[in-house]
């Protein structure tokens, strides 16, 4: 009898086991991996930090740019390229209001050509992106992570995801918390993730809502901290034509004032200092996890174990509804269809 029980419970331990690794083997984390192209393209990765240094010396406020960009292409319909692909008759991706201020597409397909020309349709496009993001943050005086790649692309692109999927920038914390849980991202990835508007600029058509017509009676957001807000006010006058939206009017402000170009911490002592650029930074004060996070990160004395998060949240995100096996494909042209 004692042993019955026992030869049970190994099957119904083995059938675990089994359930789990064939989970696993179904699962992005068991079919992307770092080094994915070793065999096939061993310099696929060199190829793309050699453009991305070249970038930085040419134009190095693509770099951000380019960070954003993966963002971007995970958050639509996953890490799959289809943010390269070029309208058709259907309007795609990059023509959507949240990607009209995107840069570094060309970037994107000059990488994508070399890799051609070295081992013809074996890179995917969703993957020089993951890549180039790491080398961007790395380029900036970031971390340095292993990236996972096996990715293929996809061969959908739909405008109204990108406006459906992408949090606007005056999102309040239950809107960020919910269109980054969709996509398996907690407060925690999130608070980490926000971390990269440590680089780069915004448009002032982003914030000129909040600074002159936060309710619509030509008031300015109350929890931006005044001083900070009479800065921007300078830099970003009061909306004129064809400063309708995000994209349009060509003034910038950075994210991350005193160290724009620098991946470091200051973004978070911002953002605790001031409420942060957006609403949605300002958000994160609002959640006890993201505002935790927030405080120890501001006051931290070295960055290495918010670099650690950073490496975890960003191979996480690098993981969402992933195209990989037989599945999707690899084109000669990041930006235009096969068929
Ligand atoms: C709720 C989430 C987020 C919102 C609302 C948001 C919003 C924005 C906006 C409005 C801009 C300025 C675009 C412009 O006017 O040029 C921007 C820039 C940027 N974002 Fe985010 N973002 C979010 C999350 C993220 C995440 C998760 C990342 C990285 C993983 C990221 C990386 C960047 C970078 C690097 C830039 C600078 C781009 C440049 O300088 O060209 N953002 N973001």
Not at 33 to 47: K, M
Not at 103 to 116: M, P
Not at 232 to 260: N, Q, Y
Not at 284 to 290: E, Q, S, Y
Request: proline share 6%; net charge negative.
């Amino acid at each position: 009898m004692r042993f019955l029980m026992f030869r049970e419970q190994r099957l119904l331990l083995l059938l675990v086991a089994a359930l789990v690794i064939s989970a696993l083997a179904c699962s992005p984390e068991a079919a992307l991996q770092v080094g994915f192209y070793r065999a096939t393209c061993p310099i696929a990765e060199d190829v793309v930090l050699a453009e991305m240094k070249l970038i930085l010396m040419e134009d190095s406020t693509l770099l951000p740019s380019l960070l954003r960009m993966h963002y971007h292409d995970c958050f639509v319909q996953g890490c799959d390229g289809s943010i390269m692909l070029k309208s058709r008759k259907r309007k795609a991706e990059r023509d959507a209001l949240p990607n009209h201020s995107m840069r570094g597409y060309d970037a994107i397909e000059r990488i994508k050509a070399q890799l051609e020309t070295i081992c013809p349709l074996t890179v995917s496009c969703a993957d020089i992106i993951a890549i180039a993001a790491r080398d961007a943050v790395y380029l900036s005086h970031g971390p340095w992570y292993e990236v996972e790649t096996g990715r293929r692309d996809g061969n959908v692109t739909v405008a109204e995801y990108a406006e459906n999927d992408l949090a606007p920038p005056d999102s309040n914390i239950v809107d960020v918390k919910t269109f980054f849980s969709v996509k398996s991202l907690n407060s925690k990835d999130i608070a980490v993730l926000f971390g990269c508007h440590s680089i780069g600029t915004s448009h002032c058509g982003s914030i000129r809502q909040r600074l002159y017509n936060f309710t619509g009676k030509m008031d300015q957001d109350p929890s931006l901290d005044p001083a900070y807000a009479a800065q921007l006010r300078k830099l970003c006058p009061p909306p004129g034509p064809g400063d309708a939206d995000h994209g349009e009017g060509k003034t910038k402000v950075p994210m991350d004032p005193g160290s724009g170009y620098r991946f470091d911490l200051s973004y978070y002592r911002h953002v605790l200092a001031t409420g942060g650029l957006f609403q949605s930074d300002g958000s994160l004060l609002k959640d006890p996890v993201t505002r935790d996070y927030i405080e120890k990160v501001a006051n931290a004395s070295s960055p290495d174990e918010y670099y650690a998060d950073l490496a975890a949240a960003m191979v996480k995100m690098g993981r969402t509804d992933v195209l990989y096996g037989d599945l999707g494909e690899i084109r000669p042209t990041c930006g235009v269809f096969v068929d």
